[in-house]
């Protein structure tokens, strides 16, 4: 049976102990992206080439740190996770010279993603059991939630992992090579889902899935970190007058915020969870979105905010994983495909349609609701590619 690779996050309780260890192999990691993007700047700067991941591994070992004693400091964390930090940099600059993305940007103390990396290098290594994790130069960690990671003794094997930081919580992921048990016995219709700003997703089926940032919940939190955010731009402009407020002050209230933005963001990916969950359910033999062009509708300011709450890209990438899982076809279509604008009755395109336009009316006589009507274009559309 052919295996596949399965990611699981959960969060995780270390030690007083761990979290140190956590904390400088993540300052670590940071240092070391840095410095390959600024070494390669400078290299650039000098008229020489550009330095590999690999090269620069080779480098920073057996040149740089024998000569520079007071940086032995990096030799203190895993070996594994300073070279994917390389690695990822490496990665980065491939994706530039590509023009797949812009050009690699440091990263930021507390405000940039950088994570912990670990490998299964010895048997004993990636053990996992109910309500703990055997993580490579950390040990056993506690798991918070217990269950949720396959256990090796039932025969799971875990490939590699990460740990992260985040609003002062810390979280594992882990690769978990499983046996492909897909199943595809799903006889029933396709249909076709239109993602939007007013609503989520809108179903040819009938159901539609409301924006839960319209909440009262999201509502009453993000007020709440209005005021918070306030309040952490008042102390940083009474530290730039010279006042009395202290930097320790400042991280609190830092921290504060980064929990509510943390809260927010978990709110908005368990409600597209459990929308892709019940979509999926159905067992529909295909799935038909569109392709949005999420990076032009932010270029507009009065959409931007909406659009990235709306999360478009996380509901396309999950959707992708859960289809995968239960065998339905997920097919993608054009972004130029007129989804909105051609009449699902008799087939004409309305070009003068425009966005306050919510009810779509035609020539003919049909009138339905113009996202409704675009999610039944979208499930008869007959050009696509499958993701």
């Known amino acids: 049976m052919r295996k596949l690779l399965k990611s699981f996050k959960t969060e995780i309780n270390p030690s007083t102990e761990q979290i140190v260890k956590i904390n400088k192999t993540i300052g670590t990691c940071r240092y070391i992206y840095n410095f390959y993007l600024a070494h390669n700047r400078e290299l650039y700067d000098k008229g020489e080439k550009f330095m590999s991941g690999k090269s620069f591994s080779v480098w920073l070992n057996n040149e740089y740190l024998p000569n ?115 199943v595809a016995n799903n006889c029933n219709d396709g249909i076709g889902i239109d993602l939007g700003l007013k609503d989520l997703a809108i179903v040819s089926n009938g159901k539609t899935f409301k924006n839960v940032n319209k909440s009262s919940r999201v509502k009453k939190l993000e007020k709440q970190l209005r005021r918070k955010q306030k309040c952490l731009s008042r102390k940083y402009e009474n530290l730039k007058k010279g006042e009395s407020s202290q930097r320790a002050n400042i991280q609190k209230q830092k921290l504060k915020v980064q929990k509510l933005h943390h809260k927010l963001n978990n709110i908005r990916t368990d409600y597209i969870n459990k929308t892709i969950a019940e979509i999926v359910k159905t067992k529909p033999s295909y799935i038909t979105i569109e392709d949005l062009n999420v990076s032009g509708m932010m270029k507009n300011r009065h959409l931007s905010k909406t659009v990235s709450s709306q999360k478009f890209y996380e509901f396309r990438t999950k959707l992708k994983a859960k289809c995968d899982d239960n065998g339905i076809e997920l097919r993608i279509v054009d972004r130029w495909y007129p989804s909105s604008k051609l009449c699902h009755c008799c087939g004409a395109i309305k070009k003068d349609l425009k966005l306050s336009d919510r009810v779509y009316k035609c020539s003919c006589g049909y009138v339905e609701d113009r996202d409704f009507n675009a999610s039944l274009n979208l499930r008869d559309a007959l050009t696509y590619e499958i993701a």
């Open 68 to 182: 520079n004693s007071d940086k032995l400091w990096i030799k203190e964390v895993s070996s594994k996770s300073v070279k994917k930090s390389i690695e990822d940099g490496c990665t980065a600059f491939t994706k530039f010279f590509k023009h797949q993305s812009g050009y690699p940007k440091f990263k930021k103390k507390d405000k940039s993603d950088v994570k912990m990396y670990f490998v299964k290098n010895n048997p004993k290594d990636c053990a996992c059991e109910r309500h703990r994790i055997n993580i490579p130069t950390l040990g056993w960690v506690k798991l918070k939630e217990k269950g949720y990671i396959p256990t090796t003794k039932d025969g799971w094997k875990i490939k590699s992992g990460t740990v992260s930081k985040r609003a002062g919580r810390y979280y594992v992921s882990v690769l978990v090579e499983i046996p492909d048990a897909k």
